[in-house]
C-alpha cells in the first residue's frame, strides 16, 4: 500500500497549490493532477503545480480526460511526464484510453507484455484505439477554429442565467474562475438532486447528481464537500454536460422545464 495525501480546494474548487512544497518535502513519489475537475468543470492551475513538483524532482501525472477534446491539451508544453485522457470524452469509443509517458520517464507496466511497446501486456483493441485516432483527429478540427467551444460556452453561460432568473436560490458551482466550456455543476437550494433529475427523465432530459463514476452512489459529492460546501447542498448539485449536438432549443427546454416543475417546490421551501 501507499499513502495518499490530498491537496486543499478553495471554496470555488481550485487546487491550493501553495499547499504542495510542504508535502512535496514529506518524500512524495507522484503528484497526480487532474486538468479539470470532472463534476464543477473547474481548471486546475496545472503549470503551477508541474512547476512545483519539478523543483522537487517529483514526477507529475495529469488526468486529461475531462479536459481534451474540450480545451487544447499540449503533452510537450504541460511538463508531466504521464497524462492520460480517454477516448469517451470526445466522442470515440468506450472502453478505450491513453497514457502518454514521457521518453526516459519511470514506468513499469500493471500489465506486462510485448504489446504497446512494453507499455501494457494483451492483445490490443485495435477498433477501439482505431476509434479513438478518429475522434482525436475530429476533435483536434473543432478545436482549431474555436468556434465550438466558444458556442458551447455561450449556451452554458444562458443555461445557468436562465435558471437564475427563473427560479429562486440557485447556486452554480466554481462560477467565478475558469471552467470548461461544457460542464455546469449547480443546485436549486437545498432541493434535492433525485428530485430535480426525476422531473428532467419525465421530459426526456439527461442530466446527473455528480459526476459517472460515481453514478448510482447516494453520498455526497466528496468535490463540493472539499469545497465547504454543506451537505444538504451537495446531496441538491446536479451536473449538466454539452456536447456538440447540443443546441439553444436544448437550453430553452431544459429552462423551462424545471421552471413549470420546480417553481412550486421551491415556493413551499422558502415558505416552510
Known amino acids: ?18 499547499a504542495l512544497p510542504a508535502l512535496l518535502q514529506e518524500g512524495a513519489a507522484l503528484v497526480s493532477v487532474m486538468a479539470a475537475n470532472n463534476e464543477t468543470g473547474v481548471i486546475q492551475p496545472v503549470d ?32 508531466a511526464r504521464f497524462v492520460s485522457a480517454s477516448a469517451h470524452k470526445l466522442h470515440g469509443p468506450k472502453g478505450v484510453g491513453v497514457l502518454l509517458v514521457k521518453k526516459g520517464a519511470p514506468f513499469a507496466p500493471l500489465l506486462p507484455g510485448s504489446q504497446e511497446r512494453r507499455r501494457r501486456g494483451g492483445t490490443e483493441n485495435l477498433p477501439g484505439i482505431a476509434g479513438f485516432a478518429v475522434a482525436a483527429r475530429l476533435a483536434r478540427v473543432y478545436l482549431a477554429s474555436g468556434d465550438e467551444m466558444a458556442r458551447q460556452a455561450a449556451m452554458r453561460d444562458a443555461l445557468e442565467a436562465g435558471l437564475g432568473e427563473a427560479l429562486p436560490g440557485l447556486r452554480v458551482f466554481g462560477a467565478g474562475v475558469p471552467r470548461l466550456p461544457n460542464t455546469s455543476c449547480l443546485a436549486f437550494g437545498a432541493l434535492d438532486a433525485e428530485i430535480v433529475l426525476m422531473r428532467l427523465e419525465k421530459a426526456g432530459i439527461c442530466a446527473s447528481s455528480g459526476s459517472a463514476c460515481s453514478a448510482g452512489s447516494t453520498d455526497p459529492s466528496h468535490v463540493l464537500l472539499a469545497m465547504g460546501v454543506p451537505e444538504a447542498e451537495a446531496r441538491a448539485a446536479v451536473r449538466f454536460s454539452l456536447g456538440r449536438d447540443t443546441t439553444p432549443r436544448d437550453i430553452a427546454t431544459v429552462i423551462d422545464t424545471l421552471r413549470s416543475s420546480l417553481s412550486p417546490l421551491l415556493a413551499d421551501a422558502l415558505a416552510a
Do not use: K, S, W
Open 48 to 79: 503551477e503545480i508541474v512547476r512545483l513538483a519539478q523543483t522537487a524532482g517529483v514526477p507529475v501525472h495529469v488526468d486529461a480526460t475531462q479536459m481534451a477534446g474540450r480545451l487544447p491539451v499540449d503533452f510537450a508544453a504541460l511538463g
Open 1 to 18: 500500500g501507499v499513502d495518499v495525501c490530498e491537496l486543499p480546494v478553495d471554496g470555488r474548487g481550485v487546487i491550493r497549490a501553495a
